[in-house]
């Protein structure tokens, strides 16, 4: 009888840890695990233009920085051009990560319900080193020109980027260390 009770307890904590996985909530919930943390409106074209994202997250995994368009055309017609955002990752008040985002790339565009995004950083949540006051800032560096066209419908789009069939991020060419 022991030995049921200790196999039935480990079943059930396996079957919690598997449920809870990145694999599993890819697999069979995608509509709840990919949806957007944040999708904020962010002028890109314009240099020195700054906003602070406050990363909440529900799930460990890898996460996208999308810069995203409401308008499928920028996708059927392959738009991209020069464009960098220089950004700091905040906790506790510290600047605890900085660098500039990678150049948009063709490879990296995804149409969804419309919205045209272009995935430019890839990082993982929770961020090494920080508390729960993780705060994203982004400053354009290099206007995303090829966007004026569309300046009212920009916007800045996190998400997360996790590939279940494969076991890791769509665009892991665009990962951070951290």
């Known amino acids: 009888m022991k030995y049921l009770k200790i196999t039935a307890v480990l079943l059930i904590v396996v079957g919690i840890y598997f449920f809870k996985s990145d694999w599993f909530q890819a697999s069979f919930f995608p509509e709840s695990y990919y949806k957007n943390t944040c999708f904020v409106p962010f002028d890109v074209t314009k240099e ?3 906003i602070t994202i406050p990363l909440k997250y529900t799930h460990s995994t890898c ?7 409401t308008d499928k055309d920028i996708f059927h017609d392959n738009i991209v051009g020069p ?3 220089k950004y700091h990752f905040i906790s506790k008040g510290q600047i605890i990560a900085t660098g500039n985002t990678y150049m948009p790339n063709r490879r ?4 969804i319900n419309g919205v045209t995004s272009i995935n430019i950083l890839v990082f993982n949540l929770p961020y090494r080193g920080a508390g729960k006051d993780l705060k994203l800032q982004l400053t354009v560096h290099e206007p995303f020109n090829f966007l004026s066209a569309y300046k009212e419908k ?3 789009e996190i998400s997360p ?3 279940p069939k494969v076991g890791k991020c769509y665009n892991d060419t665009l990962m951070i260390s951290n």
Request: hydrophobic content about 35%; aromatic content about 14%.
């Open 83 to 85: 464009g960098t955002l």
């Open 154 to 156: 920009t916007f800045c």
């Open 48 to 50: 020195g233009n700054t």
């Open 63 to 69: 996460y996208s920085l999308a810069i995203s368009v």
């Open 108 to 111: 990296h565009l995804r149409l």
């Open 161 to 163: 980027d996790y590939n």
